[in-house]
């Protein structure tokens, strides 16, 4: 058997995050999405992984090569436009050997559990699971086992089940998508109508952990999630008097400088340097090559690759983008607020979202829920209250 | 430069020898041939890649064989003058890689003696000295032969006589022993076996070596039996598979944010600051730089770097040319990417021997040079297959500004808050490389300005002087677009005759102290009506007065900045190929690591 | 009939003791395991053998040589990848008619090899949790098909990873796919062939496998108990020795020393003065045991020094570490819980109460340094002064 990622999309929904780098590469727990996705696969037996790439491909391709390192075989089908999921998934066609696959999108976290009842039942199969706000989804309904219906986000949810978009499939699959998508009907669930009709769709209730990221909000809850089962484990240089408690990952060549105080569950990647005095409180992911500077203090938060944090910065519930640069006493304030993304209206608690590549100068606060776009500059002494659109300058 | 590769054991020899071949062709590949013992002598060679050979070669079953990828040193590239070479009477056959510097008088002296010669190459004249010396035992011929050889040579020989061996000889060229269960290999590299074996065996210098199926045998030149120890290579022959790129080129010219990271690893600390080379700084008042081709750019670039941040006076040499007539200064840093060049490690054994400090900067751990130099600076680039060197010269770039600012910070001449601005900024190297990786479609557009045009100029000042030289370079040797790099100050000197509308000039304009002069050139080739297309500093607005085209880089001080300039002229000169469809991981006439002189 | 050892695995869940050395080298008893193997086989009457090395296979081929030391004649195969147990035992094809396989990192004791001999089989042994384990299913004596690791298994019959196969094998062999973890699995080839012919189980019953860095321990107790004492060494007066002590030629025990046994202390040791060796250790060659430490139920590998006021209790530490005066290993939690460890990212039950540390080659510690129960320390790292280790700590890391 093998699998098909579908992994081309952007994500808007998650910019200023998807600026450089698609969907699937967000790190949450210092790794890809789609690393969770080819774990999974790989756990369940499944060797030969066909990712489609389009949006930023090359980010996915310089992590994942040839698969080598996973253990797995990966072959790469490129979709140019992202004009939907049916037309990615015959962009993959070409490369398939075997008869029976498995198609998942890179973009949701599932684990290795989940996807062993899907794999073990017959063709043509979909994985679907409970969801509090079905209406954002396609909303099914199940009649002994079969899909009797699927709606894509409909104005009103006549169950609460959703499909996962990940599907067992045989090769005849092909056939009738490549007929949809003629007809411009570009989407998998459109072709998923035919096996409907007949009742042969099975619907697969999902045992183990699925996970959509959206928003960004959503990265720090998943990351969260994912640092539970986090082990003990050190490497680089601990100076003295370092206090670490709990379940912490720290990167070969990282330094942890005297009087720090790290609390777990906390990933720290490769090549960083944290300190003197900085503490970590739990559900805090950092990149590799990242600096945090002394008398910061981080929580619940993600920091992604090659960001640097100045002195005496206070980082709570927040997601720095990666190559950031920001100067002493930075703030991001947590709060409740709303967050408008893409002209939809959202109720979270959070700090703030900043950007890749954005330079922050000294003593700026940023208050809760605010999203700072990408590159942008910010000088000293600014407080922010409002979103700041990608490649601006506040001064 | 050429690759070659010998097999006994037990597996059929035509196939294991022709997949080396292909592992290899990366070192050269005009022409190529085997030889198998099947009972008798059975010689195949053809001109042109290697399918075109294993094609014309019918499936044999022989234990034993050698075969040969060439790229052309003596004589044009024909079916006669490609290897195996064989005596008169058929029953030996070598492969040879290097030059044999005495071959005319060899070749004299051997015809005297009725042997008859078929080729033009120099390489023949050591199967006919072989066949001269055969007294029963191959290994005392190979021998007797090389004791004659004057100049750089590796050599594999196999003799109908004795099936059951094959005896290789190095000098000044490389040849490494796969160790396997109940077979062995030896190959100019290691690629070539790996596949089977990664457990090898180094052949030094006057050493010559026995293989068969079931032993090595490693002696000296007086024939007294050398203990060599077993090396493990940890790095598989899978990593070198283009995961998507259309090239290996355009896919290692996107692992330089990783590369890039990989190099700084654990060297560099913002908060402390310092910089850690694990080197002793004794002797380090006067430096000589030494090495070729692009490796060459990069020490021209080193230089700047280690006078300005360090204070310390530099002398750049060829490698080649530091062997005869260079000054033996108390520290000589070879850079060397493959860590095989033979030139520089010529070079570095002179140093040695005047008693000088040798420090190799290579991203080949174990390589020859590594084994001669006092200190081994690793780029950790990871391994590179596409011919133009790309992610490599950017990790040297670097690994020589962290060995100046080591310098600098040693000798005081650099004090605790530089250090840490520089860290702070090679700390941002790996996104701002990112960056510029982003642009790539701007690039594209640039390259379809000069992809039909005959001729390119690259100009910059300072540091951006050598980057001009290697961004020529790398134009030249993929899109075989006649291209030139000078400094700036001296297009006026001469070159200014070839400016036409029809020749488009790349100008590096960073905002270092010499930007204004650079402004200065870029306005007298505007008044030519060249087209001019500058890279320059992001927020820098004047330039757009002068310069046709602008493609900018994130802001970055001295020397950081030639590490993203270097980026974009990688891409400008791929996709400037790509337009011209030529074979980018394989330009015609060029091999990977030059281990002739 | 020839005898071929499956020595090519490197052991993964033997971290950190394998980054260094391929699992069948490790040592109890100051025995590589895969010597105790070799003892046993030679007791049964074996002398010829192949062993099929991969990971660090140098390491075995330079402790065995040609075999000539156990007066038998070993030869070598090299499984380059590891591709699993078919494909290693396939690479022998040439080289064997009528032949016994054994897994290096499993001991089997020589009656029960004997009885391998005898005629073509599959070794059998009972074991009371079979979910780790490929479980058998039989007919009669008949094997009807083994199970990879059942999470409800249908038996407490495992295969115990002894085999004696003809010829036809391979041709089984060569018509495995590779298994869902991507290996070439024999026990999917010895399926295969029980469709078509009757293999038979022989039940074995001396049987010690390791998995888990601690298991070293417990088959370290089980060959200790076995032991008799004989002393080679110089012993000054006044040191007590009690119960079976092996000392080997070359080793001094000074003054004071108090040596329980079962105890083996190995070549060119440095023992006491004044120190406490309790039962269950075994002390490789060149160590030191200085003044005022105490060892108890641990392997020491060779090179390595435990050498002023040390504790050491329930431990595996590696070659050529150092402990800095003072430094001690805990080896009970204070709630008495069963230890639990960090091995490759996972956390692991070892069902023990009573755990030390496993320590690498090469590390070193500062003084008053303490480790933590069920810490892990991969080879090369550092310990420093008063420092407190804890969890997994990565090879070359430096704990200040």
Not at chain 3, 34 to 52: H, M, P, Q, S
């Amino acid at each position: 058997m093998e699998a098909i990622v579908l992994a081309a999309g952007e994500g808007r929904r998650l910019r200023p995050f998807t600026h450089y780098m698609p969907k699937v590469m967000i790190p949450v727990g210092n790794k890809p999405i789609l690393e969770y996705v080819i774990d999974a696969l790989k756990e369940n037996g499944i060797r030969r992984i066909i990712i489609v790439a389009g949006y930023r491909k090359e980010s996915i391709m310089g992590h994942f090569g040839d698969g080598i390192k996973w253990d797995v075989e990966i072959v790469y089908a490129f979709q140019e436009k992202q004009i939907g999921t049916g037309h990615a998934f015959l962009q993959a066609k070409k490369f398939v050997t075997d008869d029976e696959m498995v198609v998942l999108s890179g973009d949701n976290i599932i684990d290795a559990k989940g996807l062993a009842a899907l794999i073990e039942n017959d063709a043509p199969s979909l994985l679907i699971c409970e969801s509090k706000i079905p209406s954002k989804y396609g909303v099914v309904e199940l009649e002994n086992g079969s899909v009797t219906s699927l709606k894509e986000k409909p104005t009103f949810a006549e169950s609460n089940l959703i499909s996962t978009g990940i599907y067992k499939f045989k090769k005849d699959i092909f056939d009738i998508v490549e007929n949809f998508v003629e007809n411009g009907k570009n989407r998998i669930t459109d072709a998923l109508q035919v096996f409907i009709k007949e009742k042969k769709l099975k619907g697969i209730k999902l045992q183990g952990t699925w996970r959509d990221i959206v928003y960004p909000w959503d990265i720090l809850d998943v990351n969260a999630e994912v640092l539970y089962e986090l082990p003990l484990s050190v490497a680089g240089t601990i100076e003295k008097n370092v206090t670490i408690r709990g379940n912490v990952v720290i990167g070969e060549d990282t330094i942890i400088h005297s009087g720090s105080y790290i609390e777990g569950p906390v990933i720290i990647g490769k090549g960083c340097e944290i300190g003197p005095n900085t503490c970590i409180f739990p559900s805090t992911s950092i990149g590799n090559n990242v600096t945090i500077h002394p008398f910061s203090c981080i929580r619940n938060s993600v920091v992604m690759d090659n960001s640097t944090i100045g002195s005496y910065s206070l980082l709570s519930n927040s997601v720095v983008g990666k190559g950031c640069e920001i100067a002493s006493r930075f703030s991001a304030i947590e709060g409740e607020t709303k967050v408008e993304v893409e002209n939809e209206i959202h109720e979270i608690k959070a700090g703030s979202f900043i950007g890749n590549d954005c330079k922050i100068g000294a003593n700026v606060i940023v208050e809760a829920g605010k999203i700072i776009g990408g590159k942008c500059t910010i000088s000293s002494n600014k407080v922010v209250n409002r979103d700041v659109p990608d490649g601006s300058m506040v001064i | 430069m050429c690759g070659i590769i010998g097999y006994v054991g037990f597996r059929n020899a035509r196939n294991i020898i022709i997949e080396g071949l292909k592992r290899l062709e990366y070192r050269g590949y005009d022409s190529a041939g085997i030889g198998i013992i099947e009972g008798n002598l059975h010689i195949y060679k053809n001109v042109g890649e290697i399918e075109n050979l294993e094609k014309s070669i019918p499936q044999i079953d022989g234990r034993v064989g050698i075969g040969h990828t060439r790229w052309a040193t003596h004589g044009k590239v024909s079916i006669e003058n490609a290897h195996p070479h064989t005596d008169c009477n058929k029953k030996f056959a070598i492969v040879h890689n290097g030059i044999i510097e005495n071959f005319k008088s060899l070749k004299e002296m051997l015809e005297r003696k009725g042997h008859t010669f078929s080729s033009e190459t120099d390489s023949e004249v050591i199967v006919h000295l072989i066949e001269e010396k055969y007294k029963g035992s191959l290994e005392e011929a190979v021998k007797k032969a090389i004791k004659e050889l004057k100049g750089s040579y590796a050599i594999i020989a196999i003799s109908q006589l004795e099936p059951d061996k094959i005896v290789g000889a190095r000098n000044e060229s490389p040849l490494v022993i796969g160790v396997g269960e109940k077979e062995n290999f030896i190959a100019s590299d290691i690629p070539a076996f790996l596949k089977y074996t990664n457990r090898i065996k180094y052949l030094n210098d006057g050493e010559i070596c026995v293989i068969k199926n079931d032993g090595i045998k490693i002696m000296d030149l007086n024939g007294k039996e050398i203990e060599r120890e077993e090396n493990l290579i940890k790095w598989q022959a899978e990593q070198a598979e283009k995961a998507g790129y259309p090239h290996f080129m355009l896919k290692e010219i996107y692992e330089q944010p990783h590369s890039i990271m990989e190099t700084m690893r654990g060297r560099i600390s913002e908060i402390e600051p310092w910089i850690n080379l694990e080197i002793d700084f004794d002797g380090m008042d006067e430096v000589a730089l030494v090495a070729c081709g692009t490796s060459y750019y990069a020490a021209m670039a080193g230089k700047y770097m280690i006078e300005e941040l360090a204070g310390v006076p530099v002398d750049i040499e060829l490698s080649s040319e530091y062997r005869y007539f260079g000054k033996k200064r108390r520290t000589v840093l070879a850079i060397t990417q493959s860590g095989e060049t033979a030139d520089t490690i010529g070079a570095l054994k002179e140093a040695k021997m005047y008693g000088c400090k040798t420090i190799v900067v290579t991203n080949v751990i174990g390589s020859s040079a590594t084994r001669f130099a006092d200190h081994v600076l690793l780029t950790r680039a990871g391994p590179e297959i596409g011919v133009a060197a790309t992610k490599t010269f950017t990790a040297q770039l670097l690994t020589l500004m962290l060995f100046s600012l080591y310098l600098g910070m040693k000798n005081g001449k650099l004090h605790a808050n530089e250090i840490k601005n520089y860290v702070a900024e090679l700390k941002r190297l790996p996104s701002i490389v990112e960056e510029v990786l982003e642009r790539e479609n701007e690039i594209k557009e640039i390259a379809k300005i000069i992809h039909d045009k005959n001729t390119v100029f690259f100009i910059g000042r300072g540091i951006n002087y050598p980057i001009a030289l290697e961004g020529a370079l790398k134009l030249k040797e993929i899109s075989y677009i006649h291209a030139e790099g000078f400094a700036a100050g001296e297009l006026k000197h001469g070159p200014f005759a070839l400016l036409s509308e029809e020749t488009p000039v790349i100008a590096l304009a960073s905002k270092d102290r010499v930007y204004e002069k650079v402004m200065g050139n870029i306005g007298e080739i505007k008044a030519r009506n060249s087209p001019v297309i500058a890279i320059a500093e992001e927020g820098d607005e004047d330039i757009t007065n002068f310069a046709d085209h602008v493609i900018y880089y994130p802001k970055l001080s001295f020397p950081l900045f030639s590490i993203p300039i270097a980026v974009i002229l990688q891409l400008l000169a791929y996709h400037t190929a790509s337009l011209r469809n030529c074979p980018i991981d394989k330009p015609r006439n060029l091999a990977k690591s030059v281990t002739v002189e | 009939m020839k005898t071929v050892m499956l020595a090519a695995g490197e052991g993964k869940r033997m971290r950190p003791l394998t980054y260094t050395k391929p699992k069948v080298m490790l040592p109890v008893a100051n025995k590589p395991i895969l010597e105790w193997n070799l003892i046993n086989a030679i007791k049964a009457g074996l002398n010829d053998f192949i062993f099929v090395i991969g990971y660090k296979g140098e390491i075995v081929k330079n402790y065995f040589g040609d075999g000539s030391k156990w007066n038998v004649n070993i030869e070598y195969v090299n499984q380059e990848k590891a591709l699993g147990t078919a494909h290693a035992i396939e690479m022998v094809e040439d080289f064997v008619e009528d032949f016994i396989v054994l897994c290096g990192d499993t001991i089997f004791g020589s009656n029960d090899i004997k009885k391998m001999k005898r005629k073509y089989g599959i070794g059998l042994v009972k074991v009371e949790d079979a979910k780790e384990y490929g479980v058998v299913e039989l007919k009669g004596k008949k094997i009807v098909k083994i199970h990879e690791k059942m999470e409800e298994p249908i038996s407490n019959i495992i295969n115990a990873g002894i085999y004696h196969f003809g010829k036809e094998i391979f041709e089984y062999i060569k018509k495995t796919e590779k298994s869902p973890r991507g290996e070439y699995e024999i026990t999917d080839s010895i399926n295969m062939m029980a469709s078509s012919h009757e293999i038979e189980g022989v039940y074995i019953e001396e049987w010690k496998d390791v998995i888990y860095p601690w298991n070293l321990l417990e088959l370290n107790e089980e060959i200790l108990k076995k032991m008799e004492g004989e002393i080679e060494g110089e012993i000054e007066e006044n040191v007590t020795i009690k119960g079976n002590v092996v000392i080997e030629k070359g080793s001094i025990v000074k003054n004071g020393s108090y040596i329980e046994g079962p105890v083996i202390i190995g070549k060119n040791c440095r023992i006491g003065p004044n120190c406490y060796i309790r039962p269950y250790t075994s002390i490789g060659d060149d160590c030191h045991i200085g003044n005022g430490s105490e060892v108890k139920n641990s392997i020491i590998m060779n090179g390595s020094n435990v050498p002023h006021l040390n504790y050491v209790g329930d431990s595996v530490i590696g070659s050529n570490c150092n402990l800095g005066a003072g430094t001690k290993i805990a080896n009970l939690r204070l709630d008495k819980k069963n230890i639990k460890v960090f091995t490759n990212g996972k956390k692991v039950d070892t069902k023990r109460r009573k755990l030390g540390a496993i320590i690498g080659d090469n590390v070193q510690t500062g003084i008053n340094a303490s480790i933590n129960v069920g810490c892990m320390i991969g080879n090369n790292a550092f310990i420093g002064p008063a420092a407190i280790a804890s969890g997994e700590i990565k090879p070359h890391t430096r704990v200040m």
